[in-house]
T-cell receptor
Framework: KQEVTQIPAALSVPEGENLVLNCSFTDSAIYNLQWFRQDPGKGLTSLLLIQSSQREQTSGRLNASLDKSSGRSTLYIAASQPGDSATYLCAVKPTSNAGGTSYGKLTFGQGTILTVHP | GAGVSQSPRYKVAKRGQDVALRCDPISGHVSLFWYQQALGQGPEFLTYFQNEAQLDKSGLPSDRFFAERPEGSVSTLKIQRTQQEDSAVYLC????????????FGPGTRLTVL
């Protein structure tokens, strides 16, 4: 059974710092890995999606890397801002389920709560 | 609509009541997922539909949970005889077809059982 772990559980940093969020997963048979942002009381906003054949993806101040063989991904946030404060979730999509069909249910980590203070 | 919508956004139920949560997926999306997110946790898979067919309900925590998608579009998650442990945010996601397509999430329904 796939398990996804995120470290740290919470992080508080001053504005302007560069920071790294970590995600690890136990089963390397993944189709892709996705980083989401969740604001209080809101749904999930997709930030970056990395296919299993890719090593990294970048969007603005965000960079996500993937090392599938070691079961790790990192989300790097450059020059953090108070508006970055949110919960960050990583999720993996499997290559297939046990029955041979594949519809891609996501397995999530428990999230990292990020607070960026002015 | 442009995205996945869910209603109600908030629901308070007394223990033992039945509740029904609605999900309107993106038009044309074949796949529909329900996830449950307990406080301080990541979402956990509940069930999956491909059109009107429920192909996987392995994540439903008990037989009090029932989901349907009778016409292959709108889906309803029903919880019978709610318990306090059912308190959570229920998220719905839809995607075009299969694993190659990204899932888009709705805002969720926050259920509080008193």
């Amino acid at each position: 059974k796939q398990e996804v772990t995120q470290i740290p559980a919470a992080l508080s940093v001053p504005e302007g710092e560069n920071l790294v969020l970590n995600c690890s997963f136990t089963d390397s048979a993944i189709y892709n890995l996705q980083w989401f942002r969740q604001d209080p009381g809101k749904g999930l906003t997709s930030l970056l999606l990395i296919q299993s054949s890719q090593r990294e993806q970048t969007s603005g101040r965000l960079n996500a890397s993937l090392d599938k063989s070691s079961g790790r991904s990192t989300l790097y946030i450059a020059a953090s801002q108070p508006g970055d404060s949110a919960t960050y979730l990583c999720a993996v999509k499997p290559t297939s389920n046990a029955g041979g069909t594949s519809y891609g249910k996501l397995t999530f980590g428990q999230g990292t709560i990020l607070t960026v203070h002015p | 609509g442009a995205g996945v919508s869910q209603s109600p956004r908030y629901k308070v139920a007394k223990r033992g009541q039945d509740v029904a949560l609605r999900c309107d997926p993106i038009s044309g999306h074949v796949s529909l997922f329900w996830y449950q997110q307990a406080l301080g946790q990541g979402p956990e898979f509940l069930t999956y539909f491909q059109n009107e067919a429920q192909l996987d309900k392995s994540g439903l925590p008990s037989d009090r949970f029932f989901a349907e998608r009778p016409e292959g579009s709108v889906s309803t998650l029903k919880i019978q005889r709610t318990q306090q442990e059912d308190s959570a945010v229920y998220l719905c996601a839809s995607s075009l077809v299969m694993r190659i397509h990204e899932q888009f999430f709705g805002p969720g329904t926050r259920l509080t059982v008193l």
